[in-house]
């Protein structure tokens, strides 16, 4: 069992991916940036999908600089320093997609 994030643009084409197994709360703090606990199934995501407009990337994006500071570069040790860069660059993709586009998709496995 994993969390799984795939977001995608208008297109349907998959912009950006994370995963995360499923007792690792990088993944919460990842539903908890997006406002997406809904989401959550405990063990694994829904299953389901959700549409985020460009001011709710905004702001999940604003949140993530205010735990991690404004550098794209995250620093950390081994796999937290993995984690962290799954959601620096799970964020900064869905952010620009939907800045471009109005909107993103993330669906949530």
């Known amino acids: 069992m994993s969390h799984e994030m795939l977001g995608r643009n208008k297109a349907g084409e998959e912009i950006a991916y994370a995963r995360f197994s499923m007792r690792n709360y990088n993944a919460f703090i990842l539903y908890d940036l997006l406002d997406a606990q809904v989401f959550n199934a405990g063990v694994s995501g ?28 995250v620093s950390a040790n081994g796999a937290e320093n993995w984690d962290r860069k799954q959601i620096n660059n799970f964020i900064l993709s869905c952010f620009k997609t939907a800045q471009k586009e109005g909107s993103v998709n993330v669906s949530f496995f």
């Open 46 to 73: 829904s299953g389901n999908s959700s549409t985020f407009s460009n001011l709710q990337m905004e702001k999940a994006l604003n949140a993530w600089k205010r735990l991690y500071g404004n550098n794209d570069s």
